[in-house]
């Protein structure tokens, strides 16, 4: 599997935009970026996801670089309830897993810390 | 309903006890996950079964028995554990049929191996 490759931890203030990085220097023509988020004590969540256009929705948005080796989530005005690990993630999608029905792999490197500060 | 439901939140275990962990969705999601997450560490992929046949098997260890009973059900059966498993587990799910769309998790269930 393709791998990526976060900052450890992260800080923001409340209410002002906080960009987080991502690395996939090996990504293939068939790897989707995904971004999940884990606040405390809970499961993790979907925030976005995108193959090359950027992408927007109500929680953020996605920035992906032309060569697709990197991409960045952006929230536009954090939160407090914000406060989460943040996952970058490739899930790839072969023609052939639609048509075998075989799974696609959900594999979560080790992710973003992000405190916003008050 | 986009929920998956886990349950229970918490169990508490002795090493010679047999216990069951259930997760259930109703999305019509045919692949479905466990992954097993140790404090301050990201999630671990246990077992991916697609269409409910055991799709992935992350060498897990054989105390660790998954089952997929029908395509909204997912349970994962567990004997003879060890303290070192102690864990959060969660189970996912997400859709075979469409486009590369989201996967869906439950809360876990915090699991204390005594």
């Known amino acids: 599997d393709a791998k990526t490759t976060q900052p450890n931890s992260m800080e923001s203030n409340e209410e002002e935009p906080v960009h987080l990085p991502c690395n996939h220097s090996t990504i293939s023509g068939t790897d989707y970026i995904h971004w999940y988020r884990q606040l405390p004590s809970q499961g993790p969540e979907y925030v976005i996801h995108g193959l090359t256009s950027n992408v927007n929705n109500r929680m953020a948005s996605l920035a992906i670089a032309e060569d697709r080796k990197s991409s960045t989530l952006i929230l536009h005005r954090a939160t407090l309830r914000d406060a989460a690990v943040y996952y970058c993630i490739l899930r790839p999608l072969e023609p052939e897993h639609l048509s075998s029905g075989s799974a696609r792999q959900l594999t979560f490197g080790s992710g973003t810390q992000l405190t916003v500060l008050p | 309903d986009t929920e998956v439901t886990q349950t229970p939140k918490h169990l508490v275990m002795g090493m010679t006890n047999k216990k069951s962990l259930k997760c259930e969705q109703h999305?019509?999601?045919?692949?479905m996950y466990w992954y097993k997450q140790k404090a301050k560490k990201p999630p671990e992929l246990m077992f991916v079964?697609?269409?409910?046949?055991?799709?992935i098997n992350e060498s897990v260890p054989s105390r660790f028995s998954p089952e997929c009973p029908n395509s909204s059900l997912l349970n994962l059966h567990l004997h003879a554990l060890q303290p070192e498993d102690s864990a959060l587990y969660l189970c996912?799910?997400?859709?075979?049929?469409?486009?590369?769309?989201?996967?869906?998790f439950g809360q876990g269930t915090r699991l204390t191996v005594v």
């Open positions: 999305m019509g999601h045919r692949a």
């Open positions: 996912a799910s997400s859709s075979q049929t469409e486009m590369n769309t989201e996967a869906f």
């Open positions: 079964y697609s269409y409910e046949k055991l799709s």
